[in-house]
């Protein structure tokens, strides 16, 4: 096998482009690196100047005599949703469970993806329930990898996470089952926290998460305690509950022998162990941490099943390219053709009957200008005035509607305390109770669903123009603020 067929492991942030390739004939001389991305050509995951990042990409493969056909991408945590599902067996019926999720797009399960895909799971299954997990992602997101990729040579593409790297890098060093475990990944501005149960995740959040220090390790024991009680209590209603966290730093800026052993020390209420393996491998001792996820991606060869992800991104073939572009040549050479053959005398009447019309019309507006009084005559400026604030006067908005459509998802448990409009800053900031964190998340979650300006969605009905920002006040109480358009 060349080593063209070994597949590669390749992480991309918003900085840089991470690469890891190990090759069993020679296990000691594994193949890693990283290339500086420029501002803004990848943008929270997402592609946003492809021209740049092939051209990015073929220069790490050039330096590193790269040729891979085979790639493992690893995506970002905030690009992945993961949802917990029970299906009836009498809703199921005959379809497949992956047929049965896809059906539910939209309608029992939403994503803020104008297309999706979907991976799944079965925890459990009884005579009359299913119970699944489903990891959803992007398929444009994916497409847009999946083209320089294919530009580039490759002929199979792969997909991964960090967590379920890692999450599988520990059972291969400890041997452990995952039980009841709590995830922990600390980014350069993020922090990522995964719930795994019976070595599957079954919740994954992502949340921004600046700071060092003290500010930092009160982040983060916030965040654990937080997803820790909603686990318990919410998921589990009090019958399971966790104890271990296995912990992660994939941040530059924060050292592993100080920050990391202060969240350690915050967190006494776990048991938290470091996953931090670049100390027992010389070859990633003078690397950057990108380094470190692709080096977990690529080194877990026997995955479980739970720990894997099994998108299908259909791809248009070169014969259904092929058949594409002769449809489209063929179309254009018969209409081509029609234009050439228009009768040429039809055109000259066609344009005499015009210019008939036209003479007609010249002498009406002749005798309309003559019966018209003059009136008083206004400037340019004073004309595009008035027409401007006309418009504006006509396509204003006012906030009571914002409201009405705001109010329409206070429902069930939910109470709304106050609420206040800051026209000058257009927003609205509303303060929200409830008699659960996951209502109140739910609250937020539908209105930027159903109000939010998103991406591939045209609707005069969404004029929420940002996720609205969130502070809880209380352990039920929350202030909402959402921007308005």
Not at 397 to 403: D, G, R, S, V
Not at 455 to 466: A, E, L, M, P
């Amino acid at each position: 096998m060349g080593k063209s067929n070994i597949e590669v492991s390749i992480y991309v942030t918003d900085h840089a482009i991470g690469f890891f390739r190990y090759d069993a004939k020679h296990p000691d001389n594994p193949l890693v690196g990283d290339i500086k991305l420029e501002t803004e050509v990848i943008v929270n995951g997402y592609i946003h100047d492809s021209v740049l990042f092939y051209k990015t990409l073929k220069s790490l493969y050039k330096q590193f005599k790269l040729k891979p056909k085979k790639i493992k991408l690893v995506l970002h945590e905030q690009n992945m949703l993961i949802r917990e599902f029970v299906i009836e067996k009498s809703d199921l019926q005959k379809k497949s469970v992956e047929a049965y999720l896809y059906n539910q797009l939209g309608k029992t399960l939403h994503f803020p993806f104008s297309e999706a895909v979907i991976s799944h799971h079965v925890m459990a299954e009884t005579e009359f329930q299913t119970s699944v997990v489903a990891f959803i992602a992007d398929a444009n997101l994916l497409q847009d990898y999946y083209d320089v990729f294919e530009r580039l040579g490759a002929r199979e593409v792969t997909y991964d996470l960090p967590s379920l790297a890692f999450l599988q890098l520990y059972v291969d060093k400890t041997y452990s089952q995952l039980e009841n475990n709590m995830l922990v990944s600390l980014y350069e501005n993020m922090i990522s926290i995964h719930i795994v149960e019976d070595r599957l995740p079954i919740f994954g959040m992502t949340e921004e998460c600046e700071g060092v220090g003290d500010k930092l390790c009160e982040k983060v024991e916030n965040y654990v305690e937080r997803i820790a009680n909603y686990y318990k209590y919410n998921l589990r209603k009090g019958k399971s509950a966790i104890k271990d966290i296995l912990l992660v730093n994939l941040s530059e800026r924060l050292r592993q022998d100080d920050t990391i052993d202060k969240v350690k020390s915050v967190l006494n209420d776990f048991t938290v162990e470091i996953i931090d393996y670049p100390d027992k491998e010389v070859i990633l001792e003078d690397q950057e941490k990108i380094s470190h996820v692709t080096y977990a991606s690529n080194m877990t060869f026997k995955r479980l099943p739970e720990l894997t992800l099994a998108f299908k991104i259909e791809r248009l073939t070169k014969s259904k390219f092929y058949a594409n572009y002769l449809m489209v040549l063929a179309l254009t050479i018969f209409a081509l053709v029609s234009i050439v053959y228009i009768p040429y005398h039809i055109m000259l009447e066609d344009i005499a009957i015009e210019e008939n019309v036209i003479a007609n019309l010249e002498q009406q507006l002749d005798s309309l200008q003559v019966a018209i009084p003059i009136e008083s005559s206004y400037s340019s400026k004073e004309r595009n005035f008035s027409n401007a604030y006309d418009f504006l006067s006509e396509n204003e908005t006012a906030p009571t509607t914002y409201i009405s459509d705001l109010l329409s998802h206070v429902t069930g448990d939910l109470e709304l305390a106050s609420y206040r409009v800051d026209a000058s800053s257009k927003q609205i900031i509303m303060i929200v109770q409830g008699t659960s964190e996951s209502e109140l998340y739910e609250f937020l979650i539908g209105i930027y669903e159903d109000y939010g300006i998103m991406q591939g969605i045209d609707n005069q009905d969404r004029w929420i123009t940002s996720q609205p920002a969130r502070r809880f006040l209380s352990n039920f109480t929350i202030e909402v603020t959402i921007d308005y358009a």
